[in-house]
């Protein structure tokens, strides 16, 4: 049996982790605050008191970290766990990232004998929790197909998306509709208080209509409650829109609805809602701008 190690114990990859150790895979994980991993080694993760230890004891080994930046240090820095780990090792950078830095890690591990796949996911909080995640995968169709059993207990969808950097492209793709569904759904109940409808009436009638959604669904009874605590961070969702955006201009074309999401999430970020959920677009609409 391959040890598996994680580092990032995030929202996120407290789900997964907690996922695979239910499913009867053993777990080292690693966390840059320790405290943060207390849920998981609670359920029975070993904790590492470094990621390049982490990486040097693992022959599969996931990351979930916040942003490209960090994905980058983390594998290529001073202390990077590409160089740390033995020849075969198989990384899987769950992290939403740049297409461009995920065909540059898989290039780099191939030349030591090592594997890089990009493998974001969707589905949330309660997606990691319940392993139902949508999981979108760029590399190596070998070491897809070796790493799969435990996608497998993570996640209800596992689709193979083709070369390195194509998970993050898709996952990008996810994204974009991500926040045109988003608008869509808050300013629909934004609509209905201001009219002066019962917003809990109104979702019944229309959730399982033309307008259904998993937004609607899962984020919309979360709106109504006043619950804008995270499934998603919004700083995070910033960097996925702007990751997308840039790649898009690098491409040569243009996406104007993201760019109206784009700004009005960059509105809450600087008002010191980076922390809530992706649902707090609704508080844009009531705010003295």
């Not at 609670?42 to 970290?65: H, P």
């Not at 930046?69 to 769950?94: C, P, R």
């Not at 780099?108 to 493998?119: E, I, N, Y």
């Not at 009638?205 to 109504?224: D, F, K």
């Amino acid at each position: 049996m391959a040890n598996v190690g994680f580092i990032g114990t995030g929202v996120m990859g407290t789900g997964i982790i907690k996922q695979l150790l239910a499913k009867g895979t053993a777990v080292k994980v690693y966390t840059r605050t320790a405290e943060r991993a207390q849920k998981v080694l609670d359920a029975g993760a070993t904790y590492c008191e470094t990621a390049k230890e982490l990486a040097q004891q693992s022959d599969i080994v996931f990351t979930m970290v916040g942003y490209p930046k960090d994905v980058e240090t983390l594998y290529l820095g001073t202390d990077g766990i590409l160089g740390a780990a033995s020849t075969g090792t198989i990384f899987i950078d769950m992290t939403t990232s740049s297409p461009t830095l995920a065909r540059e890690l898989s290039a780099k591990a191939s030349v030591l004998g090592k594997h890089v796949l990009d493998a974001p996911v969707s589905g949330g909080d309660i997606g990691a929790q319940n392993g139902t995640l949508s999981i979108m995968v760029g590399g190596e169709r070998a070491a897809f197909e070796q790493v799969l059993p435990l996608f497998e207990k993570m996640g209800k969808t596992i689709v193979y998306q083709g070369d390195a950097g194509n998970g993050q492209n898709a996952k990008m793709v996810n994204q974009i509709a991500v926040a045109g569904t988003m608008l869509g759904v808050v300013e629909a109940l934004v609509y209905a208080k201001k009219m002066g409808l019962d917003e809990k009436t109104v979702l019944e009638s229309i959730e399982t209509g033309a307008a259904g959604s998993w937004t609607l669904s899962n984020l919309g009874p979360r709106i109504i409650a006043d619950d804008f605590e995270p499934g998603f961070f919004i700083k995070h969702f910033v960097k996925d829109m702007t990751i997308a955006s840039n790649e898009a201009a690098q491409n040569g074309f243009e996406l104007p609805g993201l760019q109206t999401a784009k700004r009005l999430y960059e509105v809450l970020e600087n008002s010191g809602l980076s922390e809530k959920g992706t649902q707090a677009l609704y508080h844009y609409y009531f705010m003295n701008k």
